[in-house]
C-alpha cells in the first residue's frame, strides 16, 4: 500500500512562503500522478496542485496559480509545495494523495487512492 507522509506547514504572516514536503514510498509503479489538497474549516476539500509521473506534467487550480509551484525529486519520492506570497484563505490542512494513472496529464478532479495525514498551514492577516 503507499505511503504518504506530509511536513513542512506552519503559521505564516501574508505574503510569506511556506514549503510542503510529502515522502511517497511503497509505489511500486511507473504511471501515477501525485496531487496536493486542502480543506478548511467548514469548507470542501479542494484540489491544489498536482504533478504526473511522466515528464512531471503538472496542473494547478486557479486561485494559486502563479504563486504555487509543485515539484519533485528524479525519483517523485519526493513531492513538494512551494507556496509564496500566502493569503489568509490558503489557511487548510494541506493533504498528499496519490492516484494510478494520469501519469502523462493529472486532474485534481480525479479520484485519488492514497491519502497522507495532512499538515496545518495557518496564514495570518
Known amino acids: 500500500e503507499v505511503q504518504l507522509v506530509e511536513s513542512g506547514g506552519g503559521l505564516v504572516q501574508a505574503g510569506g512562503s511556506l514549503r510542503l514536503s510529502c515522502v511517497a514510498s511503497?509505489?511500486?509503479?511507473?504511471?501515477?500522478?501525485i496531487g496536493w489538497f486542502r480543506q478548511a474549516p467548514g469548507k470542501e476539500r479542494e484540489g491544489v496542485a498536482c504533478?504526473?509521473?511522466?515528464?512531471?506534467?503538472?496542473n494547478y487550480v486557479d486561485s494559486v496559480k502563479g504563486r504555487f509551484t509543485i515539484s519533485s525529486d528524479d525519483t517523485m519520492s519526493r513531492i513538494y509545495l512551494q507556496m509564496n506570497n500566502l493569503k489568509p484563505e490558503d489557511t487548510a490542512v494541506y493533504y498528499c494523495?496519490?492516484?494510478?494513472?494520469?501519469?502523462?496529464?493529472?486532474?485534481?478532479?480525479?479520484?485519488?487512492?492514497?491519502w497522507g495525514q495532512g499538515t496545518q498551514v495557518t496564514v495570518s492577516s
Open positions: 504533478i504526473g509521473s511522466s515528464e512531471g506534467t503538472t
Open positions: 511503497r509505489i511500486g509503479y511507473e504511471d501515477y500522478a
Open positions: 494523495a496519490f492516484r494510478y494513472g494520469s501519469s502523462w496529464f493529472c486532474n485534481l478532479g480525479d479520484r485519488y487512492n492514497y
